[in-house]
């Protein structure tokens, strides 16, 4: 199992930008409502995590896998990078 700490480390994020940083964390239960506030926003979390996965080849998969939901900024992206590579790091709406 990939733990969030794999894909992004604190420490590293801390020592880069220093102490300003603000690191605030959501459950599932908190998703959806992210969903429908800051579409745009869940999205660019969802890439930023595939290209992570991608980076550090945590998943045998073609980084194009999911280049439709990219073209259309498709804000369901973490479902489906969910369902094809790690559940537990980013929770279904």
């Known amino acids: 199992m990939v733990d969030l700490s794999d894909i992004l480390p604190r420490a590293r994020l801390l020592e880069r930008f220093g102490d300003g940083v603000i690191f605030e964390e959501y459950g599932k239960s ?3 409502a992210i969903a429908k506030t800051n579409p745009e ?3 660019h979390v969802a890439a930023n995590v595939w290209n992570r996965i991608i980076q550090k080849g945590l998943h045998t998969v073609s980084p194009l ?3 439709g939901y990219f073209r259309t900024g498709n804000p369901d ?6 369902a ?4 537990t790091l980013i929770l279904p709406g």
């Open 41 to 43: 926003g869940l999205h």
């Open 30 to 32: 908190e998703l959806r």
């Open 84 to 87: 094809l590579a790690c559940p």
């Open 65 to 67: 896998h999911f280049a």
């Open 77 to 82: 992206l973490h479902i489906a990078i969910s």
